[in-house]
């Protein structure tokens, strides 16, 4: 059949369904706390350190909240992106592909961050360790998504990863 053509329509796989991003007061409240500890950690340790270990323990006490805080700065600068086919950090680091999430925990008791929800994926799926404070974490199976996110944000991208669930396993 020459002169024949056939187009498939494809929706978006791209299309970003739903954005989870750190709200500015708490991004802003948790570097200056986490900032404000390092730099009193290592000022104590100049000024009334009882001895050269403690001065020690200070000081890197004092430089692992500083690096810290600087981690957070960066996680939280960016946002958590929600497609058909994957949930993926702005940043193009993929946390989960949808096809592998097996159950969402929202619940009360469960252990998720906060303001968040919790992913579990089908066995032998689970990711490399992964942490961005104050945004997500990876361990295994297990991916925590929230911290200092406002609560409607991950409410409706949980809601958005269950609905694509639901209607995935009919």
């Known amino acids: ?24 007061g708490r991004r802003y409240t948790g570097l200056l706390s986490l900032g404000f500890l390092g730099l009193f950690l290592v000022y104590m340790a100049f000024t ?3 001895g050269f270990g403690w001065q020690v323990v200070l000081l890197v006490l004092g ?7 600087d ?16 949930l993926r ?39 490399t360790r992964e942490w961005r404070p104050g945004l997500w974490w990876r361990m295994g199976r297990r991916i925590g998504i929230g911290g200092m996110t406002p609560g409607r944000q991950t409410k409706y991208m949980a809601e958005a990863i269950a609905t694509i669930i639901a209607t995935r396993d009919m």
């Open 89 to 127: 950090d702005s940043d193009g680091t993929v946390i989960a592909r949808i096809e592998d999430i097996e159950h969402i925990d929202r619940g009360v008791f469960a252990f998720k961050p906060s303001n968040g929800f919790l992913l579990r994926t089908k066995a032998g799926t689970g990711g």
């Open 1 to 24: 059949m020459k002169g024949f053509a056939m187009t498939l329509e494809f929706p978006d796989n791209d299309e970003v369904l739903a954005t989870v991003r750190a709200a500015a």
């Open 48 to 50: 009334s350190a009882p």
């Open 63 to 69: 430089a692992g909240a500083i690096w810290m805080a």
């Open 71 to 86: 981690r957070m700065r960066r996680a939280t600068s960016n946002a958590i992106e929600l497609t058909a086919t994957i």
